[in-house]
Nanobody, 120 residues
């Protein structure tokens, strides 16, 4: 059974930092990419950042460029999101996602989400 376990969310003041981590396990496919999405109350889920596993190529939403950094963790199939200079508009539930391929088929799985609240 595929599991994605996220950690690191919480309450932080504007201008502060948080580091999210996600560990994926229980799958047979080859990892293609891991990414972070977020969903604020009343809004659609949006891509925050993604990293392609083979090349390490990253991409970011315009709203977080220069503030957030995605990276592969030291453990296999883990990904981190370092969030600096946090703003109230970054408040959302953050979800980890893994994309993979096996025998020509694409797979993706989501974590349960972790709440990030930026407030004074």
């Amino acid at each position: 059974q595929v599991q994605l376990v996220e950690s690191g969310g919480g309450l932080v003041q504007p201008g502060g930092s948080l580091r999210l981590s996600c560990a994926a396990s229980g799958f047979m496919f080859s990892t293609y990419a891991m990414s972070w999405y977020r969903q604020a109350l009343g809004k659609e889920r949006e891509l925050v950042s993604a990293i392609t596993w083979a090349t390490g190529r990253t991409n970011y939403a315009d709203s977080v460029k220069g503030r957030f950094t995605i990276s592969r963790g030291d453990e296999k199939n883990t990904v981190n999101l370092q969030m600096n200079s946090l703003k109230p508009e970054d408040t959302a539930v953050y979800y980890c996602r893994i994309d993979g391929r096996l025998r020509g088929l694409d797979y993706n799985h989501w974590g349960q989400g972790t709440q990030v609240t930026v407030s004074s």
